[in-house]
Each structure stands twice: as structure tokens, then as C-alpha cells.
């Protein structure tokens, strides 16, 4: 479980403002924004990785314990998935 | 047999009244093109058809089919028969064009040869913006951004009549300038409806018959054209109420608005991430305020400027 390894979706555009993200998802011809945690996960999952990879993506970033660093990224990480944004690669 | 030198050798055609009409609207608008442009324009007595299955985009009467895996984008107009075909990565098109797509030339030209040139100015790093912009007399860069019938145009002339010099009213195309965004204006004239008309009152003007209004140049209203605004200012505009009101937005507020006015950084993979980093740009260089725009302003002497100290 914790070995599968994501990626964002090819057709994503992202750019930050005042701490907050715009990502495009240019085949849907659709955007929305995320928050700064939203950004970093999604511009870390630039290459592949695993949600461990995440998780400490997110502890990079922001003073916060691993527990609600995993519970963020698990939530966002899902929100993807189901989305289409990210998706499961080998 | 002589031929008229072209002043743009870039633009041909088989029908030279037709590339004569290309080059005087080009050279009217100021625009400068990219280098290695070039347009050929065909007029043919049936146009065919592109054999693409990407998804069709409808952008006002225009059919695009755009982006990845061919890279180049089809055109198809669907107020008469034309279609278009723009390389992936060079500034150069193909235009087949129908006589019943001649016979309406001006708007022909506004519609679908102008998202033509939309797509071929986006490879020199030029994205179209519905906007106008202008610069208020303390040097200060506005744009005014929003649907048709928001007010654009009408406050556009009322900022030209108080001696702004003014860019565009309609036609915007952002690109980078050092490290500011900045907008290009097409220079073309003003045009407004009968109503904005009472509310201007100039005399004068040309009647611009194929879209029912009356067009000014901006010398026409007092003021003086210039081609690139560095915006300090952007409004997004509507109308409504009894008085002129300007809300601050947030940042995220207003790359969310502008993306609805540049809508071309959805349709080509190769570019869209400058065209969103431009964007975020233009949003966070300016003061960003959302305006419904009333009568009021027209009676006020200080109009947009003294709303925004």
C-alpha cells in the first residue's frame, strides 16, 4: 500500500499566488484553486512518489506534527485521485 | 501586369482585394507581427473540411480544435463557409476562404481572421485578453475587463473623452515586459451602442454597420492612442445599480476572472504554462477591484480615477 507511487496528471498547469495555487486541468478546459499545502503536494507530485515521499514533502514546508501532516495529505491525495488530477503509476 | 507591392509581403492571397483588406486592418491596428509570420488566404469555391477528431471548442462562431497530439489548430467558421489551419509551432496559417465569407468582410475579419492571428501571436508570446486599457493622467496603467455589454467600451470612450490616453477597448494582448505584465492594444475604433452613445454624446464617428454600433477612434473623443499599458489598476466591470461601486478582490479571486477572459491558455499544452504565470502576473502587480458601473459615473467630473486615489 504504502509502495504505490503517484503523479499529477500531465495536463495540469499550476502557478502560485499569495500562497494559495491555481491549477489549470487543461483536457477538462477546467481550474480551481487549492490551498498552500494543495500546491506543495501537487508540485511535488511533479515526478512520482509515494505518499511517505508526500508526507515528508509537507513536513518540509509547513511546522506541523506527521500526524496531521499525513491525515492533510491523505485527504488531498484522495480528492485527486478521484478527480483525475493524480493518478496511480508502476 | 503590375502588382501593387504589398506593405506586409507576408499576407497573400489569390484574391488581392481581399489581401489588400488583410494588410490595411493589420497596419491599422499597430500590431507588430511576429517575425516569420505569414497568412495565405485562399479563396476558394468550396472549402473542405479538416479530417481531426480532437474535441470542437466554440468560441463565439469559431470551431477550434487545438492542442495535443497534432499540435496544429483547426479553424472553422460557422457564419460562413472558412477554415484555417495554424502551424504547432510557427506563426504562419492557412486560411481557405468561401465568397460568402468575402461578401462579409469587416466581420470576417473581426471574427474569424482575428482568432487566427490570436493563435499566431499566442507563438510569439502575445495572449489575448477580452480587455480594454488605458492610462489615467497620473500616469497610472487600467484595465477594464469583462463581458460584452459590461461596460467597456461605453467607459473606455467617457475615459478617452476626459483625455486618458487610451489603448484598446476590446482587443488586449498581455506579454511580459522585464519583469511586468503589460498589455498590447489592437488599435481599432471604439464602438459603441446607441445607448452608450447618449451617455458620451460625441458627434461624429463611423458607422460600423456589421456589429450595429458607431466606432471612434480615440482622437475622435479627445484623447491620444497608445499602443502598451503596464496595468497598475484592473476592474473587472458590470453593470448595475444606481451608483458606481469598486469591491477589492482577493488574488486567487482574480486569476479566477481573468482565465474566463483568456480562456486561449486552455487550448495548447506548449504555452500555457507562461500564459498562467503571466496571468499571476498581471494579478499580483495590480490592485484588483470588481465594479458594477452606474450612470453616475458620466455625471461624475472626477469619472473612474478619484475612485481610486
Known sequence: MRDRRYLRHADLRLTDLEGEGVVLHLRSRRYFSVNATGLTILEALKQPRTFDELVAAVLGEYDVSTDVASETTRAFLDHCLATAVVEEVP | MLHRMSAIPSVTSNDSALEAAVVDWLLASRMVLPPDFR?????????????????????????????????????????????????AQQPEALVEVSREAVAKLDYFLRSFVLVTLIFIWKRAGHYHVHAASAIDSRGRGWMLIGASCSGKSTTTALLASRGWQVSTDDIAFLTSREDRAAVVGFRSPIALRPGGMELIGPAGGTQLESRLKTGYWPEELGATWVQTVEPDILVFTALGGER????????????????????????????????????????????CYRATLAPDLFAAPGALEDFLP
Not at chain 2, 257 to 264: C, D, R, V
Open chain 2, 39 to 87: 497568412i495565405r488566404l485562399s479563396v476558394v469555391d468550396a472549402v473542405g473540411s479538416w479530417e481531426d477528431n480532437r474535441e470542437v471548442f466554440l468560441q463565439g462562431d469559431v470551431a477550434i480544435q487545438a492542442g495535443d497530439p497534432a499540435g496544429w489548430v483547426h479553424l472553422n467558421w460557422r457564419t460562413a463557409p472558412a477554415r484555417a489551419r495554424i502551424e
Open chain 2, 244 to 287: 458606481t461601486m469598486l469591491t477589492p478582490m482577493a488574488a486567487a479571486d482574480v486569476l479566477a476572472e481573468l482565465l474566463q477572459w483568456s480562456l486561449w491558455v486552455m487550448f495548447e499544452p506548449m504555452a500555457a504554462q507562461e500564459h498562467l504565470d503571466l496571468l499571476a502576473r498581471l494579478a499580483r502587480q495590480a490592485r
